[in-house]
């Protein structure tokens, strides 16, 4: 036999880089497995992604760190996480993430060749966000003003079955 706890992590997790929880439970230090081995996987609950907000914190794509009312680092949840994530893996350009190499849309990465482009950033924003867990149906449109070009995005939010609306600037 053989594997990986990065698979694992993915299958039980939905988080490949969570593979570190199942190592610690193991005393492992390395997420490659061999032969026929028996493995603890810690509930989902337990892992960091999932205490409290999990370790998603209230920050927005460029923004600051937002911070509760005792200076302490707000965690994010519910339509604000969601809607963080998405934001996150449509402006991280591909390979950003060591773990994790076709992470991302890097639509920025398309400014200056945009306009001319649409189709092409409309096919990468939904599928991207298909991969993006609670998410369904996207769809994009684009506001187009000069050199100045808006995405605007809609989706329906799996979590709470309610239509949300995103938008961003893909021009500098």
């Not at 370790?55 to 996480?81: E, R």
């Amino acid at each position: 036999m053989g594997g990986s706890l990065v698979d694992l992590a993915l299958q039980y997790y939905g988080d490949a880089t969570q593979w570190t929880v199942i190592a610690a439970a193991n005393s492992l230090n390395d997420p490659a497995i061999s032969g026929q081995v028996t493995l603890t996987i810690p509930p989902a609950s337990t892992t960091p992604a999932n205490i409290g907000g999990g370790s998603d914190i209230d920050h927005w794509m460029g923004g600051d760190v937002a911070l509760s009312g005792v200076q302490d680092l707000n965690a994010v949840a519910g339509l604000t996480k969601s809607q963080q994530m998405i934001l996150r893996r449509l402006l991280t350009n591909p390979g950003g993430y060591k773990w994790h190499p076709t992470y991302g849309a890097g639509v920025l990465a398309h400014v200056g060749d945009i306009t001319g482009n649409l189709p092409y950033i409309e096919g990468l924003i939904i599928s991207q966000m298909q991969l993006e867990q609670g998410v369904a149906n996207p769809s994009v449109s684009f506001d187009v003003s000069g050199d100045d070009v808006m995405a605007n995005i809609q989706y329906t939010d799996l979590q709470t079955n309610s239509r949300q609306f995103l938008s961003f600037t893909v021009t500098a």
